[in-house]
């Protein structure tokens, strides 16, 4: 791809193929077939002293959607892009989100929104059913139903179909993600998200396919409609950097400025921080660039204001 990718720090590709039988009680009795395929591949580039790396994943339902030079050369090109990256000095400026980054955003999120959390009072969304928790651009849905996604099933592992679960519709908590001990412990029904890796594991609640609907704008236009700001493609323990109890975070990061609409020069040595719904509400543009990984997808979107550390200088 480029005479400056130095190395290859990982390369894999996994393929499989799952049948999954199911017996129940209630009468269920039958078997379904699931498949899967992807890769991910990490290389550094180097220019003179400078070294940086970066790397690309994917995965999908059939062998005829993956594209293994597409995985190589997305890496590639992200390790190139941050040759030159250096720290920025602190400001709170707008903030621009990857897809890629906003899969992470919602897969933590989703973690609070599941009952056994709730229940268990581990969640920040206890008790906030109904209630404003983001942002009007912002609709967070699990679907289990989706056609050609990894996530998808005709039933959970305790035998309950599969549906669509609209969370966070236009910026309103509307439910939370529930199995059937959940359900009958909060007085409802399952929503079908109870995961079993296999008849050895008790499992638990989790997603099926989980994404943010997609909005009418293009992510040029959302990249257009800021003077200075920061475009984030890179995050390091992210899990770790959000504080449960709180939702407080202060996330190492890495990304590109945005000048005059523009990205441009490589930022690296930076933190994000702030507050997770104080983020979520200030959610202003989704573009209309829906991408998934895996399971998770997100579109690029834009968030009006975060704090930005860098050096300070």
Excluded at 272 to 281: A, Q
Aim: proline share 4%; aromatic share 10%.
């Amino acid at each position: 791809f480029s005479p400056k990718i130095a190395g290859s720090m990982m390369a894999i590709f996994q393929d499989g193929t799952s049948y999954n039988y199911i017996a129940n009680t209630n009468g269920v009795n039958g078997w379904y077939r699931q498949s899967g395929v992807g890769a991910a591949a990490e290389f550094t580039a180097a220019e003179g002293e400078q070294r940086e790396s970066g790397s690309y994943s994917n995965g999908y339902v059939k062998w005829a959607e993956f594209n293994p030079e597409e995985i190589g050369r997305k890496g590639a090109e992200n390790a190139l892009a941050m040759l030159g990256a250096k720290p920025v000095p602190s400001a709170e400026v707008p903030m621009v989100v990857s897809p890629e980054i906003g899969t992470q955003l919602w897969s933590f999120i989703a973690g609070m929104l599941s009952a056994d959390e709730v229940q268990k009072g581990r969640s920040l969304f206890a008790e906030k059913i109904g209630t404003e928790v983001a942002s009007k651009a912002f609709t967070l849905i699990d679907d289990g139903r989706l056609k050609g996604r990894t996530g998808t099933a005709p039933i959970d592992g305790e035998g309950v179909a599969t549906q669509t679960t609209p969370l966070i519709v236009d910026g309103v908590l509307k439910t939370y993600l529930h199995d059937c001990y959940t359900a009958k412990k909060g007085k409802t029904k399952s929503t079908g998200n109870h995961g079993r890796s296999g008849y050895g594991s008790a499992g638990g609640v989790g997603t099926t396919n989980l994404y943010l609907k997609p909005g009418d704008v293009a992510p040029e236009a959302i990249f257009a409609g800021i003077d200075r700001g920061f475009y984030l493609t890179v995050v390091l323990g992210l899990f770790a950097a959000i504080d449960s109890a709180s939702g407080d975070f202060s996330i190492p990061s890495a990304g590109f400025l945005i000048e005059k609409g523009k990205k441009t020069a490589p930022v690296r040595g930076v933190t994000i921080g702030g507050n997770l719904f104080e983020l979520m509400k200030a959610v202003d543009k989704v573009g209309n660039d829906l991408t998934w990984f895996q399971s998770l997808g997100s579109p690029t979107f834009s968030v009006a204001s975060v704090k930005l550390g860098g050096s300070g200088k």
